[in-house]
């Protein structure tokens, strides 16, 4: 079988020391990573065997970047709460008047499949660009069983459509549809025994995820819904802890969820848990800012603990209005603290463990998909450091140039 060299590089493998490869090359065939090392130590029965040869020039190759929260397929916007927001009015106040969530599922609704592929599909394009290779996207903007099925649905194409990996998060427990107001109990019970058995059965759900919050679900609620997702063997995440503490990790750790994602009001004992758990921490400093909170996640305690933290862009149409996850990057290092190393494997391994992916994607390793991307940059430190300004040249996927030119 033919093989393709990518060398002359400069190679950050993401792997468990986050190991830097200087005078490094990799060896991709049939769309894996075969080989991995400095240049100078590949075998020669493998340099037979090669069809095509790249040289990078010196420059960077990382993992293809991983967005592991977004809500990145919906219609409308929500400028007009933005704005709000600049007066004074609270994320909370928005909400309980009818807006915030309740404002884009209207617009959702509305929306055809095909207008509501054609709205997402530049915000897709945006985080390609910036060397994205795999993203999930969350439903949660239909709160109908046929309107949460079309997000999906557009999720999925958007992955057969675009060369990415798209992993699909049911997030009918977004916030309470309207019909069902002071009827949380009786919501959880539809997503339970109809929404959520059908939509896997059609093949459109990986994980599932559900809003923890004194606005939306509480524990027992919350815990309800992962108990039916276990039942279909389906993993599960949490948006725990954004603007309030009602024991939404602690809950989520219980059940083994991949990740727990904002955290900014968690306890050291929710950190402690999330450790021994494995549950990745997703930090969302998009959101945070443009919420302009002022409480953040405890980073420190989460580097004491030895939690895994990934990072992602959030994109949505409230809270985090964009489709840049090189932004978060940039944000996770000046708000959060975040060093480039952190901010790096936040992107790639965490990230990848954060849906389930670890062995797959996010790490440069012989096995893994051959998806990297190939950076103009000088040095690491510049993933987190430049704010608006894309320094990504090409993006490999399953070994094969997808985007820009080496």
Not at 93 to 100: A, D, K, L, M
Request: proline share 3%; with cysteine.
């Amino acid at each position: 079988m033919s093989a393709t060299l990518w060398r002359n590089a400069r190679i950050a493998t993401c792997n468990q020391s986050m190991q830097v490869l200087e005078g490094g090359a990799l060896l991709t065939r049939d769309g894996r990573i075969d080989w991995v090392g400095l240049e100078q130590d590949l075998p020669q029965e493998l340099q037979n065997a090669l069809s095509e040869r790249h040289d990078l020039k010196g420059r960077w190759i990382t993992p293809a970047l991983v967005d592991c929260h977004t809500h990145l397929v919906y219609a409308g916007n929500r400028a007009t709460e933005f704005a709000a927001r600049l007066r004074g009015v609270s994320y909370e106040e928005i909400s309980r008047q009818g807006g915030g969530i309740a404002s884009t599922t209207r617009a959702t609704s509305a929306a055809s499949e095909q207008q509501l592929l054609e709205e997402s599909a530049p915000r897709l394009e945006s985080l390609l660009a910036e060397g994205v290779g795999t993203l999930e996207i969350k439903s949660g903007y239909g709160l109908t069983l046929d309107d949460e099925a079309k997000m999906l649905r557009v999720a999925r194409q958007l992955g057969e459509t675009y060369p990415v990996t798209v992993k699909t998060t049911f997030l009918g427990a977004h916030a309470l549809p309207p019909e069902f107001a002071g009827q949380a109990d009786a919501y959880i019970d539809v997503l339970i025994t109809q929404w959520l058995p059908r939509l896997h059965a059609a093949g459109l759900i990986d994980a599932v995820d559900v809003f923890c919050e004194r606005i939306a679900f509480s524990t027992a609620q919350s815990g309800r819904l992962f108990d039916a997702a276990r039942k279909l063997r389906l993993p599960v995440k949490m948006h725990a802890e954004q603007l309030s503490n009602i024991g939404g990790t602690q809950l989520a750790t219980r059940h083994s969820a991949l990740s727990c994602d904002h955290l900014e009001y968690s306890s050291a004992e929710d950190v402690k848990a999330l450790a021994e758990a494995g549950t990745v921490a997703v930090l969302l400093p998009i959101a945070f800012y443009s919420l302009a909170e002022t409480r953040k996640p405890p980073v420190e305690v989460m580097r004491q603990q030895g939690v895994r933290m990934a990072v992602a862009s959030d994109c949505n149409p409230g809270s985090a209005p964009g489709a840049s996850l090189l932004l978060a990057m940039n944000m996770a290092s000046r708000l959060f603290g975040l060093t480039s190393v952190e901010v790096l494997a936040g992107v790639t391994r965490n990230a990848a463990r954060a849906l389930g992916q670890e062995g797959e994607v996010g790490t440069i390793a012989p096995g893994h998909a051959a998806d990297f991307a190939i950076w103009n940059i000088e040095s690491l430190e510049e993933l987190g450091y430049w704010a608006g300004f894309n320094r990504c040249r090409a993006v490999v996927r399953a070994g094969a140039l997808v985007r820009g030119a080496v």
